[in-house]
């Protein structure tokens, strides 16, 4: 029995899944997503499932995954399908030595039925590579690079507590650049303590004249128990107010416009054919795999997670052969949500029928709620499509929650 079919999903209400009736199933192709939860150390404000590297699991951990894709590849909802992207998350992936990357990268290639052009992106923290590697990353068949910049500024970047300087960041990127990479994303971050509008414009100014195809900016979030939400529970810690932080947000979105870069999502910006292939089967509810110590899959209106410490997750897989902790089937109500959220955060919003459907409305019209965000500019209506508007984005989420 396979890791997915074996697992028992909870219903989470009355309604049977929306997918349960389709007619061509599995017609779409896959996003496959790849866990590796070592990191050089834990940034302070981190809450993903990372653990600092411990070089004496890496070589188990690493079998246990290509143990995962041969029996996760069996799967009803998995075999014969198209993948459309192989995405190396982490964690820090680029912390794994190349061979032992494109050793899983074929892996899945040997496994799965990977499109010629498929999207295979590896995040990367600077600190972790150097042009031969980055050269022999190329040749193995990664196609796309995002790294973790966050903030140009020394001070900045101690202060969260990332592993790696500015230089080293700049020094990675002209090495991707040198090893041949034209597919690279840079990931920055607003609000961070002591960061002052100067400090974002220059971080903006220095990414922007590097010239990567795609720039992701997201805001800080202090997530409970990290240790720069315990520090703030204890007192200010120099974080910006919420009009300074919407402030860098808006200036983030008109620098890069200026720049010539797309906004197709609320954080996230990219030269015209460069807009994240991986991330879009997320926003545009695709199906993925999720492989590794605590990833998770959406297959067939169910959603599965992995055992996330990766001991146990090894422990699983030897013992049952299955690694997936639990999972639910997605309720109507939950898709609806879901697709309405992710629909919304997209540029390009949702189809005018798509959105009435979802709401569970007859027009547009039929609704005060939408008549009033649309009367209030915070939604737009082109071309067919419900989009939300400049002033919409600063509330994205809140309206999404008052829509529904
Ligand atoms: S590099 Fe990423 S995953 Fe690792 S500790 Fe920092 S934020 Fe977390």
Redesign the pocket.
């Known amino acids: 029995m396979n890791a997915v079919s074996s697992v028992e999903c909870r219903v989470s209400s009355s309604d049977s899944s929306p997918y349960s009736s389709r007619l061509t199933p599995y017609a779409q192709p896959l996003g496959v997503y790849i866990h590796i939860p070592y990191?050089?150390?834990?940034?302070h404000?981190?809450?993903?499932n990372?653990y600092r590297i411990d070089t004496g699991q890496i070589t188990q951990y690493l079998e246990t995954l290509a143990r995962e894709i041969a029996s996760r590849a069996c799967a009803e909802a998995v075999r014969d399908r198209r993948v459309c992207s192989v995405f190396f998350g982490?964690?820090?992936p680029s912390i794994l030595q190349a061979s032992q990357l494109v050793g899983i990268l074929d892996h899945c290639r040997a496994t799965f039925t990977v499109e010629d052009d498929a999207e295979v992106s590896l995040?990367v923290?600077p600190g972790t590579v150097d042009l031969p590697k980055l050269c022999a990353l190329r040749e193995g068949g990664v196609t796309r690079l995002s790294a973790?910049v966050q903030a140009v500024q020394d001070r900045l970047l101690q202060r969260i507590?990332?592993?790696h300087t500015a230089w080293e960041a700049e020094r990675a990127f002209w090495s991707m650049r040198e090893a041949g990479f034209d597919n690279i994303n840079l990931d920055l971050m607003f609000g961070l303590p002591d960061q002052s509008t100067d400090d974002w414009s220059e971080t903006l100014d220095w990414a922007i004249g590097a010239g990567p195809e795609h720039i992701s900016a997201y805001g800080l979030i202090l997530e409970d128990g990290t240790p720069l939400q315990l520090e703030s529970s204890r007192g200010d810690i120099g974080l910006p107010d919420e009009e300074t932080e919407a402030a860098m947000y808006r200036l983030a979105v008109d620098r890069l416009r200026e720049a010539g870069f797309e906004q197709y999502e609320i954080s996230n910006f990219a030269r015209q054919g460069f807009q994240c292939r991986h991330n879009l089967v997320y926003w545009q509810h695709q199906e993925y795999l999720g492989l590794g110590a605590g990833a998770h899959s959406f297959l067939a209106g169910r959603r599965y997670y992995n055992e996330s410490l990766p001991a146990r997750y090894v422990c699983a897989m030897a013992e049952r052969g299955a690694a997936v902790a639990g999972g639910e089937v997605l309720s109507v109500e939950m898709v609806r949500s879901e697709r309405l959220m992710l629909g919304l955060r997209l540029r390009s919003g949702l189809d005018v029928q798509a959105f009435t459907d979802l709401l569970g409305i007859q027009d547009l019209a039929a609704s005060d709620r939408v008549a009033r965000f649309l009367d209030d500019g915070f939604l737009r209506v082109r071309e067919g499509r419900v989009q939300i508007t400049e002033r919409g984005l600063l509330v994205a989420n809140e309206l999404v929650v008052q829509l529904l």
């Open positions: 990191c050089l150390s834990r940034c404000y981190c809450d993903f990372s982490g964690g820090t995040e923290n973790g507590g990332r592993a």
